[in-house]
């Protein structure tokens, strides 16, 4: 090892590293099998939307190791799952609501068994009118709540008196979640009515209501355990609580423990996405290319049932401005009702579908003006203090500052050079540049789920047990949470163990979303562990007064690195396991539950106006792609991406969190093409048809530039959240690919490219400028 790598400081390990590169790791789906454990397969509706006029199932009922065969008539307690709009039913009774719904059950001995009797059920459906697009949607008034609406100064008078005017549409596709493993749960029956449910869920509390309101019982009977989640991504979040409670209901049912384990293809066909969107905006401006007025509607296509689509909706509405302030703004938000599976929470939440809209808009801005668009982007992003269209101040405003360490680190400027100089010289590849920022807002928008719970215990040997409410899916919330509550102990990682996620240690917990996961969770773990160290000061003052023959306060104890000490003697140590041994002798309380809640956040819905974020998460991302004109394919040359992660708990963990959302981004501007047929059946089921980002996709080069800069607003420890925000970036690639393509017109036309920017509609957009047949940016 040289010296320089030896001198290095090395960042915190992976707590689960270890187990994760040994095969030793256990996730969900994982847990040991009980010898009789059954099988339950879905029997799913083929319609949009149908009318089930006969159903037998008597042949089915009959066959060899069949257990049961259940539908609405055999939930005891409420057939309805719909959290908190009761509009969704476990298992419908007279009418089906979208292609994947499931109608029915089969509980089996075997797997075999169990697609056995699917076939034999015999369902005689009436095909209905299904509503499948937004357009539809809208022409009928199908919305879940009437529109939201959030509005700051006066956009029809400023609109009107602005020198330049521009209006126009965008559109995104929806997003497959694409989890490693797919949705499942093992329900295994306990004593006293009791069940314990092996949850592929994001949120313990919720499947825990849930269950307990089908099944008739109280949250008391139900247990929620997740060890670790194959990545979840929102998915998991709300969309986990229909097959827990399938699950539920038949092990209720047979008074056996199963198993309901969807297949790849029956995930992707049956369960629900990104929300599609259609974004109109009007936007007035001066001859810097600075807002004055911008209004935009945001239509979402949310699928059968409610969801997550109001708060969905919500998010993309509070941040349909983005990094800029605009002084006079009308945002509307319409969550429209369509016969496609509920589209449910993905990563970001929203906020990518605003955001897109009026980065849309910055582009043609720039290019009616003839001027440079990154320009135009730093003359309108927000300045310290001023205020978003919600009325929340912005403080500490980054987005002006990463724009321009942006710009130096990169070499904007050159690299603008370049691709001219190259799309000039090469008639069948152009290269184009995009730049996107964000200022994400950090915390739940509904209030009350921004709290937390944890609960550590100290054993006697001075080794810890930490519990939090987190599910831990990936993106280490667990090393997080497990650093702060050693930072705080004065433990090394070692000395810790994390558990489960469970609904009998941690109650009542916050889904882990929202990139709220190691904020509210770590500090409710420091506060368990403040309450701990305080705790033991009194015991380790004590055996250090004995041991100089002097007094020591607790106050002027020290505890780091396994070792207690007095200030006054740093010298003389003690081992924290020593003291923690005394303070058992002594019947100090070991054990404290920590609590936390976010304070000062609230946002009143019908005036569109409050506080609803705690801070704001920022940064910029650029990229450089090229075209292939014959082909459609693009290439990533250069990504370069400024994120502010204040007072990073773990750097190594950040950068991977960033380097993954940025290809999740990607993968919904380039390449993830979510497509149904006139029956709002889903037609990709598996990679095959599916294409998600690709080691072939890495950039030439990926520079990750970490902004770690103390912050006054920020999350647990001076840090910031960073699960989320990253996956913005990916919309730079869009504008990149964009902008290659629009150089065939020297910028003059806007191709029309569509989103995600496939090679088939690379090569439409092409053929576009080729022929003249682009739109005029003015």
């Known amino acids: 090892m040289s010296k320089r790598s030896s001198a290095a400081p090395q960042p915190p390990h ?39 006029r006969r159903f037998d199932a008597a042949v089915a009922r009959s066959l060899p190791g069949v257990l049961a065969v259940l539908t609405h008539n055999d939930i005891p307690g409420q057939n309805q799952i719909g959290h908190p709009y009761p509009d969704e039913p476990l298992l419908p009774g007279a009418e089906t609501a979208y292609a994947g719904q499931p109608v029915a059950l089969v509980v089996a001995e075997t797997a075999l ?57 965008v559109r995104s596709g929806g997003q497959e979640h694409f989890y490693l493993e797919t949705q499942r749960c093992l329900a295994m029956p306990l004593e006293d009515r009791g069940m314990l449910l092996y949850a592929a869920t994001q949120s313990t509390a919720e499947v825990q209501e849930v269950a307990a309101r089908v099944l008739g019982v109280t949250s008391k009977e139900i247990t929620v355990e997740v060890p670790r989640l194959g990545g979840g991504f929102g998915g998991k979040e709300r969309g986990a609580n229909l097959w827990a409670c399938l699950a539920a209901l038949a092990c209720h049912s047979t008074g056996r423990p199963v198993e309901l384990r969807l297949s790849r293809s029956e ?52 941040h349909a401005d983005n990094a800029y302030h605009i002084p006079h703004v009308r945002i509307v938000g ?54 978003t269209p919600y009325g929340q101040p912005v403080r500490e405003a980054a987005a002006r500052a990463c724009l321009k360490r942006l710009a130096d680190g990169a070499g904007y400027e050159k690299l603008r050079r370049e691709n001219e100089a190259f799309n000039r010289r090469r008639a069948q590849r152009k290269r184009g540049l995009g730049v996107v920022p964000v200022k994400f807002g950090i915390s739940f928008t509904t209030a009350f789920l921004n709290q937390g719970s944890a609960l550590i215990w100290i054993y006697a040997d001075g080794s810890v047990s930490l519990s939090h409410g987190g599910v831990e899916m990936g993106q280490e919330v667990n090393t997080k949470v497990a650093q702060v509550a050693a930072r705080t102990l004065g433990v090394t990682l070692d000395r810790l163990r994390l558990e489960s996620a469970n609904t009998k240690r941690v109650g009542n917990a916050s889904p882990t979303a929202a990139s709220t996961g190691s904020d509210i969770n770590g500090q409710a773990a420091r506060d368990a562990a403040l309450q701990l160290r305080r705790r033991l000061a009194p015991v380790a003052a004590a055996m250090l007064a004995e041991k100089t023959g002097r007094r020591v306060a607790p106050a002027q104890v020290n505890f780091a690195d396994n070792r207690v000490w007095w200030r006054a003697r740093p010298a003389l140590c ?63 040359l250069r990504v370069h991406i400024v994120h502010e992660t204040a007072q990073s708990i773990n750097a190594a963990i950040d950068r ?16 993830e093409e979510v497509v149904a047929d006139d029956h709002g059946r889903y037609l990709a089921a598996g990679p095959s048809t599916y294409k998600i980002p690709c080691y072939r996709d890495l950039p030439d080069s990926f520079v990750v530039d970490m902004v770690t800069a103390p912050r006054r607003h920020a999350g647990v420890l001076g840090s910031k959240a960073i699960g989320e925000p990253p996956l913005v970036y990916g919309e730079a690639a869009y504008f990149a690919i964009k902008d290659a393509v629009e150089s065939l017109a020297d910028h003059r036309l806007d191709c029309g490219l569509a989103l995600p920017a496939t090679p088939e509609a690379v090569l439409l957009a092409v053929e576009r400028m080729k022929h003249g047949k682009g739109t005029s940016f003015a």
């Open 267 to 318: 995930d992707m066909r049956w369960t629900g996405k990104r929300h599609p969107f259609r974004s109109r905006y009007r936007v007035g401006f001066d001859g810097r290319g600075r807002i004055l007025a911008y209004s935009v509607e945001l239509c979402s296509n949310g699928g059968a049932f409610t969801d997550l689509s109001v708060a969905i909706m919500e998010r993309a509405m509070l």
């Open 574 to 636: 003690l081992g924290f396991s020593e003291v923690a041994h005394r303070a058992y002798i002594e019947r100090v309380d070991l054990g404290a539950h920590g609590f936390y809640a976010t304070r000062g956040l609230g946002f009143d819905r019908e005036k569109g106006t409050g506080h609803p974020f705690h801070y704001f998460a920022s940064g910029c991302g650029l990229v450089q792609a090229e075209v292939d004109l014959r082909s459609g394919h693009c290439r990533l």
């Open 334 to 387: 319409r969550a429209c009702r369509t016969n496609l599976p509920p589209n449910t929470a993905m990563r970001g939440f929203g906020a990518p579908q605003g955001i897109l809209a009026i980065e849309t808009a910055l582009e043609r801005i720039a290019r009616t003006l003839l001027l440079d668009p990154l320009q135009v982007r730093r003359v309108n992003a927000y300045r310290e203090g001023q205020p």
């Open 113 to 169: 068994a169990a697609e056995t009797a699917l076939r034999k059920i015999e369902v005689d459906y009436e095909a209905l009118e299904a509503v499948l697009t937004i357009e539809a949607a809208l022409a009928k008034n199908m919305l879940y709540v009437p529109p939201r609406r959030i509005e700051r100064g006066d956009f029809d008078v400023s609109y009107a008196g602005a020198p330049h005017r521009l209006e126009g549409e």
């Open 14 to 52: 992976h707590i689960s590293g270890r187990l994760h590169v040994s095969g030793r790791s256990r996730f969900i789906g994982e847990e040991p099998r009980p010898s009789n454990l059954a099988c339950v397969k879905v029997l799913a509706s083929p319609f949009a939307r149908a009318r089930i």
């Open 656 to 671: 991977g969190q960033i380097h993954g959302a940025f290809f999740q981004g990607l993968g919904w501007c380039t390449g």
